[in-house]
Nanobody, 126 residues
Framework: QLRLVESGGGLVQPGGSLTLSCVAS????????IGWFRQAPGKERETISC????????NYVDSVKDRFTMSMDDAKNTVFLRINSLKLEDTAVYYCAAENLALSCNLYRPGEYGNWGQGTQVTVSS
């Protein structure tokens, strides 16, 4: 059973940076598509980025692609999300998720991922 644990969130001032980690155990991430998602209070969970297991291509939602960088370390069975130039509207709980997807991960909604971490809170405030 794949288990995911996120960490790295916290309270950050606008303009700051964070690197979130998603450590997997119980199985290797390599055979799955992995996504980063976030959910702000009162809003639906949204996809931030995802990486395909087949070609390791990373997809970003347009609103974050200039500030967010997703990466994967197979040796550590970990995916990362680097967030630069944090904005107030980045405040949310950030989740990683994994799923064995047949098509490119950017074609799937959050609800189609079956393995989720517990999330890590990112709060951007001055």
């Amino acid at each position: 059973q794949l288990r995911l644990v996120e960490s790295g969130g916290g309270l950050v001032q606008p303009g700051g940076s964070l690197t979130l980690s998603c450590v997997a155990s119980g199985a290797t991430l390599g055979g799955n598509a992995i996504g980063w998602f976030r959910q702000a209070p009162g809003k639906e969970r949204e996809t931030i980025s995802c990486i395909n297991s087949s070609n390791r291509r990373i997809n970003y939602v347009d609103s974050v692609k200039d500030r967010f960088t997703m990466s994967m370390d197979d040796a550590k069975n970990t995916v990362f999300l680097r967030i630069n130039s944090l904005k107030l509207e980045d405040t949310a709980v950030y989740y990683c998720a994994a799923e064995n997807l047949a098509l490119s991960c950017n074609l799937y909604r959050p609800g189609e991922y079956g393995n989720w971490g517990q999330g890590t809170q990112v709060t951007v405030s001055s």
